[in-house]
């Protein structure tokens, strides 16, 4: 086995799992906030506070998503 060989990364489970956990959470989060804007863009309250709630849950989720990605890939894209 060459040293390049010997030095690839490897899937890490434990990592892995607590990082799906954590992708579980925020997968529920954004559909909470989903319907958060939902309702206040029914009732015309909070929709600007509604939004952002959103977007950030959006950005956490595929931030998260992308750390998965390089776990299980082993380096940056």
């Known amino acids: 086995m060459s040293h390049a ?3 690839q990364a490897q899937p890490r489970p434990r990592a ?4 799906d956990a954590e992708i579980d959470q925020a997968e529920r989060t954004l559909a909470r906030c989903r319907l958060d ?8 309250w ?3 506070r509604a ?4 977007r950030l849950a959006e950005q956490r989720l595929a931030r998260l ?3 998965r990605e390089v776990l299980l890939v082993g380096k940056l894209s």
């Open 5 to 7: 060989a010997a030095l």
């Open 16 to 19: 892995l799992a607590a990082l």
């Open 37 to 44: 804007l939902k309702d206040a863009l029914a009732t015309g």
């Open 46 to 48: 909070g929709v600007v």
């Open 51 to 54: 939004e952002g709630m959103l």
């Open 65 to 67: 998503r992308e750390s």
